[in-house]
Each structure stands twice: as C-alpha cells, then as structure tokens.
C-alpha cells in the first residue's frame, strides 16, 4: 500500500496562511497541518480547524521566529533583546557546536509550546520542527522525551529520499540557486541526524518510512508534484509544503515564503493531481493513521 501525508507547515502564522491551509484540506491533497503555538494567528488557526474533521494538526516546534511561549525569565538564552526568538537552524547549530545552546530552556519552551495546543482542545497527532529545528542534534531527543511526556505518537524526520527529491525537482519554473542551497541543507540533515528513525523507533515513538519536500521548499511545481506521486514507493511518505494567501500580515512578516505560498496551493487544489493520486491507489492519510498501524 502506498500511503501519503501531505503536511501543511506554518498553520497559525497568519489568517491567510490558515486559510489557505484549510482550502488545500477541504479542497485538495493536505491532510495535516503543523500549527505554530505562538503563530499571532493561532487562535483563528485553533477555530478553523474545528470546521476541518479529519485534518491531522501536529505542533510546529519554534526557535527561530515570533515570541516564545514560556515565560521569557525562563529561556532567556533563546531570545534577542526584544524577547523574541532570533536564529535560523544554522545559527542556532554553531551555537550547540559551541555550548551556548541552553538545552534545558529548549525543553523548557517546547513543552510550553506543545501544551498550548493541548489546552486550546487539540490532540496533536505528530510533532515537527520549524525549518526542521528539532533534527538538530541534542533537539530530538529533546522532541522525543516531549512527545513520550505528551502522548504524542508520532514525530516527523526530515530526512529526504534523494529519489523522491529528483522526482519533485521536476519543472522548468524554479529558481535553480534556491532549489540546489536546500538540497544541500537536506543533505546536510541527513549526516546530522542520519540515526533519527532508529532513535524513534527505540523511543516508541511512530515515523513514515520517506519524507520529502526540503530542496522545493517554495519552488513546488505541478510537473514535480506529478512526478513525485508517480514515483512513490510503497510505505508511507510525508510531503511537507507550505500553502496559503498573501495576505497585509504575512507581507509584513520576514519570511521569503509569500507568492509561492498561493502557487502551492493552486497546485496542491489541482483537479488533475487530485485524480491522478486517486487513479494511482493511493491511500491521503494524516500521522494519526501511522501511529495506529505501529
């Protein structure tokens, strides 16, 4: 059987990134979404998902972007001198190499980030990282210990199947620089984290057999969308994607992912690959279904 979760990152970040999110759940191929517990749009994201039974909402771990969640005089290492959070993966990896990442105040946050979504009535079905924060070295296992500590049974590892990566590379239309920068950060996970299932696995903790989307992270096409889903192996595979609308808020946000968010969700609404993942037999779950059939 061939099964594919199609997760939405970012849920929570504004209005019209939720929105966004929930058309390409009730309209297309997303069957989970990553909700951001400090995401200024959390609350409309909490209230949206309660008209989408069946969407599978796991919490989107944060360390790079907005305010966190614990109390500030708690993780004080993890913040800039405004109180919010300020590194990227790469930033935040010189400064584990170099012993100035607080471990315990990473612990700290994501537990506060985890139980905000269990107190707003949401039982997240998988946990992930921002910009894959949690395959960092001394973060998952960090993420793990949560997820047993939660009853969360599934976790996601970004550790992308190179086949899979070549076939969503197809198409003219992307920016070729981008693409090749984040195929090298996905390589680059793989030699970080290359034991990640092993240690899910011995943890207890569910895990999809591929995962892919990284390298295409906001140059998804439709021909590499076509020929992602014909080529997908047997198992279960998660694509991680980033739909939604442009809106004022997001404009005024620092991430590079705007217009293409709206492309993505064309795409991923398309009729055409609708039918095609129905003609191919392939079975659109979200992480509650692996976790059930561990």
């Known amino acids: 059987m061939k099964n594919l979760i199609v997760n939405a990152d970012d849920l929570g970040w504004t209005e019209g990134v939720n929105r966004g999110i929930l058309e390409a759940f009730h309209h297309g191929i997303v069957t989970s979404a990553s909700l951001l517990a400090n995401g200024a749009a959390f609350a409309h994201a909490v209230d949206a998902t309660r008209s989408a039974p069946g969407l599978g909402v796991g919490v989107h771990l944060n360390l790079s972007d907005g305010p966190p969640v614990a109390d500030r005089k708690i993780v004080p290492t993890l913040l800039n001198r405004n109180g919010e959070f300020a590194g990227g993966p790469e930033t935040l990896l010189f400064r584990r190499a170099r012993g100035g990442l607080v471990l315990a105040e990473v612990e700290r946050e994501w537990d506060a980030q985890i139980q905000e979504v269990r107190d707003a009535g949401i039982a997240p079905t998988h946990l992930d990282g921002h ?160 976790v059930q059939e561990a």
Not at 235 to 249: K, N
Not at 255 to 275: A, F, H, K
């Open 131 to 290: 910009k894959h924060v949690h395959m960092l070295p001394g973060l998952f296992e960090i993420a793990l210990r949560l997820a047993k500590r939660h009853d969360v049974g599934a976790i996601r590892v970004s550790l992308e199947s190179s086949s899979l990566r070549a076939a969503l590379s197809s198409g003219a239309k992307q920016n070729a620089a981008v693409v090749m920068k984040q195929g090298v950060q996905a390589r680059g996970l793989k030699l970080l984290a290359r034991d990640a299932r092993e240690q899910a696995e011995r943890a207890g903790i569910s895990t999809t057999d591929y995962f892919c989307g990284i390298a295409q992270t906001g140059e998804l096409t439709r021909e590499g969308l076509e020929q992602f889903v014909k080529s997908l192996p047997e198992g279960t595979t998660e694509l991680v994607c980033h739909p939604g609308y442009a809106d004022a808020a997001l404009r005024k946000t620092p991430t590079r992912l705007q217009d293409s968010r709206q492309t993505e969700l064309q795409i991923l609404t398309d009729t055409g690959i609708r039918n095609l993942v129905a003609s191919l037999g392939i079975r659109l779950i979200d992480y509650g279904f692996v």
